[in-house]
């Protein structure tokens, strides 16, 4: 039987090597808290948040169409809560199960592999620093 041979691997990172949707949700939970006096409920999340844009909620969240740079802002400041839990979070922040496991096996077979994310570049560099990613992955090419 013929042996396969592998080209290389790309991971998504956000939900794939790291299970972080519990942490994105609690950050907007928290910048809901802190720009109208109170959270995102489970039923406003369903109803204005999931399948919806930065745009989406921040419309949703400010009663009124936002502009671009407001859209950032809010963006870049639910971000930083979110890294901030994450950071606080040492227990429960960590690669997905299996994923060190496979990324040892990788390197050790010299599979090419690396990370391809829609994850700001701010996020990007905390979740190099947070999870030591320069072991396994040449972060210039993240």
């Not at 995102?40 to 745009?55: A, Q």
Request: glycine share 4%; with cysteine.
């Amino acid at each position: 039987m013929e042996e396969k041979r592998y080209k290389g691997v790309i991971f998504d990172f956000n939900g794939t090597l790291f299970w972080d949707s519990k942490m994105h949700l609690e950050a907007w939970r928290e910048y809901s808290k802190n720009l109208r006096g109170t959270a995102f409920t489970d039923e406003e999340m369903r109803e204005y948040m999931f399948g919806r844009t930065n745009e989406d909620i921040v419309k949703y969240l400010i009663g009124k169409q936002p502009d671009k740079q407001l859209v950032l802002k809010c963006q870049n400041e639910k971000e930083a809560i979110y890294r901030q839990m994450c950071a606080d979070d040492k227990e429960n922040v960590k690669l997905a199960k299996g994923a060190v496991e496979f990324l040892n096996y990788l390197c050790e077979n010299d599979i090419p592999h690396t990370i391809a994310t829609m994850s700001e570049e701010v996020n990007v560099k905390f979740f190099i620093k947070e999870f030591g990613l320069e072991k396994w992955f040449d972060v210039s090419k993240i």
